[in-house]
Nanobody, 123 residues
């Protein structure tokens, strides 16, 4: 009933930039929070950045000052602008959303994940 579709990953040289996008669609009543997580090979998934409905943001220490999360409320889309990329930023990036969805006349909370997009930082 709700889908998250990510785009924007790819290969970039160290010091370069990329912008990830994640669009939510389906029977959405409201979105409480959206965020980005990443998982490098052999490591656990970790939080990168989140943004709540009021606009407050939170970043992992490792990306502060380099990454910026933003949201287009009209399009139910979250972005992650990544700059000054480092090889250690290489990972699969996953979009996450905490959504209130509707089914008939009922409303339910749900936590959704995108399929992931690969970001590789290498020369």
């Amino acid at each position: 009933q709700v889908q998250l579709v990510e785009s924007g990953g790819g290969l970039v040289q160290p010091g370069g930039s990329l912008r990830l996008s994640c669009a939510a669609s389906g029977s959405i009543f409201s979105i409480n929070a959206m965020g980005w997580y990443r998982q490098a090979p052999g490591k656990q998934r970790e939080l990168v950045a989140t943004i709540i409905s009021g606009g407050s943001t939170n970043y992992a220490d490792s990306v502060k000052g380099r990454f910026t999360i933003s949201r287009d409320y009209a399009k139910n889309t979250v972005y992650l602008q990544m700059s000054s990329l480092k090889p250690e930023d290489t990972a699969v990036y996953f979009c996450n959303a905490e959504i209130i969805y509707y089914s008939g006349s009922h409303y339910y909370p749900g936590d959704y994940w995108g399929q992931g997009t690969q970001v590789t930082v290498s020369s």
